[in-house]
């Protein structure tokens, strides 16, 4: 696909000429100083106890069909075959999906937009029912790790203040990946953009934003699309 759009302001793909830190917990995260991220963080409860196993399993298969050193490869299809299952379970609405009130939608939003354009730049997101998409690049020498758990614990405080709750409100760890180029990017805006129509939820039940300044270019969601994030 070559696609005939203005590369947005603000917008880094994946350098080869930088270098790039790996690290693994549950999942594994690659990081490039300045680089674009599509980003997927979820409810406590929006995977259930039933598909956590089904996920620990698939880790200790491939564990033990990839022993170490594993390559970046294994690394990669392992990440897209998690992220599949717990995809589904999202999608599916599990949890309490504190997200499907307004108040706590209002709130995320306004703790996404709070920093972007001063730590980092929001290319655009989808608030859904129990998680969040987004694509984000962090400036040079700030962590997106960092900025994501402010994120967190900014909602977290709101949603448990006004519900009585305490404990976590969001897994710890998030899903991300860097964007390699536009076309990779234009692929991770379309399937955020159709996020909502897959999950089948009323438009009072979710929101979705895309930077004005990408807009104007032409980056927009072309509702009806049903592509994956990781097609190639």
């Known amino acids: ?46 995977v259930p106890a039933n598909k956590q ?63 972007h354009r001063q730590r980092y730049e929001l290319g655009c997101y989808v608030i859904m029912a129990n998680h969040c998409h987004l694509v984000m690049r962090p400036f040079d020498d700030i962590e997106l790790e960092d900025e994501l758990g402010a994120i967190k614990r900014a909602t977290s405080r709101f949603v448990n203040q006004r519900e009585g709750l305490t404990g976590p409100l969001w897994t710890q760890e998030c899903y991300d990946r860097i964007v390699r180029d ?17 999950a089948g939820l009323p438009e009072a039940q979710w929101q979705r934003w895309i930077n004005p300044e990408w807009e104007t270019i032409g980056w927009k969601f072309d509702d009806g699309c049903s592509r994956s994030v990781e097609s190639q």
């Open 182 to 198: 536009e076309e990779h990017l234009y692929r991770v805006i379309q399937y955020i953009g159709n996020n909502p129509a897959k």
């Open 1 to 46: 696909m070559t696609l005939n759009l203005p590369t947005p302001s603000n917008f880094r793909g994946l350098d080869e000429n930088r270098p790039v830190r790996f690290y693994e917990r549950h999942m594994p995260h690659w990081r490039q100083d300045g680089a674009t991220y599509f980003v997927t963080f979820s409810l406590a409860d929006s």
């Open 53 to 115: 196993l089904e996920i620990e399993s698939l880790k200790r298969e491939w564990e033990h069909r990839h022993p170490p050193p594993r390559t970046e490869r294994y690394w990669l299809d392992y990440a897209k075959s998690v992220y599949d299952l717990s995809e589904k379970a999202l999608v599916a609405g599990f949890g309490r999906c504190w997200f499907r009130n307004t108040s706590y939608i209002e709130e995320i939003k306004r703790s996404l937009l709070h920093f």
